[in-house]
């Protein structure tokens, strides 16, 4: 039985898919379904067609907020210190 995700999981996925930051396991699923689910197809395009849009609305900035960054490796230092 092959993997096979429903045409909603190819969708939540397709923005990470079109980024090339999916696991190459889910990737395979989305490849299969994209040659067999013209809706999904239409939708990857659609999608490409439309550049950075859902980047913008989906995704988080990309830049890593360092003074968040700095807090939590502190925070991470203080709780592997005993006592
Ligand atoms: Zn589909």
Known sequence: MMFMPSCHEVQTDLTE???GSLPLSRKV????H???CKVCAGFLR????L???AKRFLRPPDQ???P?????SE???ALRKPG
């Open 29 to 32: 699923g989305i490849w299969i």
């Open 68 to 72: 968040a960054m700095k807090a939590l």
């Open 75 to 77: 925070a991470l230092t």
């Open 17 to 19: 898919y079109a980024e």
């Open 64 to 66: 890593a907020p360092e």
């Open 46 to 49: 659609g999608m490409k067609a």
């Open 34 to 36: 994209l040659l067999l």
């Open 51 to 53: 550049p950075g849009m």
